[in-house]
């Protein structure tokens, strides 16, 4: 590439340095600019202490019926699952066949018929 009348090359060890050295400023520059605008967020967070949330007891009675809730419906999923896995280990036969009753002749249930 020319540039300015002079040749560039672009795998040279200065071009690659210097892009380097360009990039690297770019990060510190823009870790700079954010922290500055978080600090700034911080200490108007800390300038109005009034605005925060103070849970009364209904809050309080509300987010503990709510935590029951979740835990009840956790355990009822858990107890489902377990129900669902046993119906499915009930169902499924030696042979890969599923069924909830296995009529094998000469069996239990073909000699309580006679």
Not at 26 to 40: D, Q
Request: aromatic share 8%; with cysteine; proline share 2%.
């Amino acid at each position: 590439m020319k540039l300015w009348n002079h040749n560039i090359c672009l795998t040279s060890t200065t071009t690659i340095v210097f892009a380097i050295a360009i990039l690297c400023s770019t990060i510190v520059l823009a870790n700079v600019f954010y922290t500055s605008e978080e600090v700034k967020e911080i200490s108007t967070a800390d300038e109005h202490p009034e605005e925060l949330w103070i849970p009364t007891e209904e809050d309080i009675a509300f987010q503990d019926t709510m935590y029951a809730i979740i835990q009840n419906t956790q355990n009822d999923i858990t107890d489902i699952k377990e129900d669902i896995v046993f119906i499915l280990d009930r169902l499924e036969n030696e042979d890969g066949t599923y069924d909830s009753v296995r009529y094998v002749k000469g069996g239990k249930i073909d000699k309580e018929r006679n």
